[in-house]
Structure formats: C-alpha cells, structure tokens
C-alpha cells in the first residue's frame, strides 16, 4: 500500500514536494509517477535549454549535436533520479528558490557527462589519428617512405567525417587502422573475439560490421588529399 493519495494531482505538486517524496517513494508505480512529475515540471524545459548550451560549446557545428543534446538529457535523468535521493530540499525555500538550486545540482551531473564524452572523443581521435599516421599513407617503397611520409588525408574533412561516424564504425575503424586492414573487405579478418564483442555490444550481427567498416572506409577515402 502507498502513502499518496490515488487522485492527487501530480502535475500541481510543488518541485520540493515531488522531490521529497520521491526521495522516500518504496512504491514502484508510486515512484513512476513522481519520476514521470518531475520529469514533466517546466524545470526539466530549462534544464534541456542548458544541456543544449553546454553540448554545444564543445560540438559546435556538429551534424549530430541534437542528437547529443537529447543523448545528453536522458542520461543525465536517469543519474539525477539514481541520486535524487541526496538532494537535500529547505521547507524555507520558495518555489523559484527551489527550482534554481535543483537545476544547478541538475547541471553538473549533465557538466560531467559532457567532460567524460568530450575527453573519450578527444583520446579516440588522436589515437586514430596516430595510426593514419603510419597505417593510411600512401604506399611508398622500402623504409624511407615510411619514416617520411606526407599527410595524404585532409584534416578538416577528417575531423567532420569523425564527428559524423556512430560509436560502432568508429571502434571499427580504430581497430582496422590498428590491424593495417583498410584494403581487405569484410570483417573476415578481425579476429572471433572482435567480432563478438561488436556483435554483442551493439546488438548487431556480424554482417553489419561489413557494411559499416565499408561505409566508413569509403568515407575515409573521400578525405584523401588529392
């Protein structure tokens, strides 16, 4: 049996009474509700606005940023409701105090998110490009062109084909830079262990790691210094 009443009105419950009550819900269905009220509240309306300010100070002119400003905001829901628990409401505080103090507490579990995302992006890009530097140059003869090689992709079509790359055809593409395997076709090549930790990670059969590392490598490509 639960404590609230069957027909309160959630959507007129005050944000440090959704709160406080949700800090304490046992009941399940109880607690879907609130979650589902606060989620609703005009404050969650500022919170995505602040997402989307954050995101875009590091993607800036990403084809994808709306796509990660709504990534950003559900998972930055479900660690605020996976810790909602240490949010400490004041009786004292009036409505807007209360709004201003839990959208900061929102914000810098969004703030994290966006640093941890934005620092993983920064060590896969210069890790790939570390192996182009030795792995997608053009096929030069004997050691010295390989200890002297120029650049033969253009840098800024890189960078705008990696921000467009989904997290699978990047890990595909690292890993055929780091086997030296962008000639070979299909995903024949990488190893059962490869293969099965895409498969599973992503939740896709083998025959999509061919079609992506195809894409992708077509892609790379395009980028080649002509």
Not at 142 to 171: A, C, V
Request: aromatic content about 14%; proline content about 3%; hydrophobic content about 35%.
């Amino acid at each position: 049996m639960g404590f609230l009443p069957e027909k309160l009105n959630y959507g007129e419950l005050k944000l440090a009474d959704t709160i406080r009550l949700l800090s304490i819900c046992q009941n399940k269905s109880e607690k879907n509700l609130l979650q589902k009220a606060l989620y609703h509240h005009k404050v969650s309306e500022e919170f995505y606005d602040r997402c989307a300010k954050a995101i875009g100070q590091f993607y800036k002119g990403s084809p994808d940023l709306q796509d990660r400003t709504d990534d950003l905001f559900q998972d930055s829901w479900i660690l605020i409701f996976e810790e909602i628990n240490f949010f400490e409401t004041d009786s004292r505080w009036s409505e807007v105090e209360c709004q201003k103090v839990f959208l900061f507490w929102m914000s810098q579990f969004a703030n994290n998110l966006i640093l941890n995302q934005w620092k993983k992006d920064k060590i896969e890009k210069k890790n790939f490009e570390k192996y182009t530097r030795f792995c997608i140059e053009d096929s030069k003869p004997g050691s010295i062109g390989k200890h002297n090689f120029k650049p033969t992709y253009d840098k800024q079509k890189f960078n705008k084909l990696w921000s467009k790359l989904n997290p699978m055809s990047r890990e595909i593409l690292l890993a055929c830079a780091d086997r030296d395997m962008f000639d070979d076709d299909g995903p024949k090549h990488f190893s059962p262990e490869f293969r099965k930790y895409i498969c599973e990670k992503y939740d896709v059969k083998e025959d999509a790691i061919r079609q992506a590392k195809g894409r992708a490598i077509k892609a790379l490509n395009s980028c080649k210094i002509e």
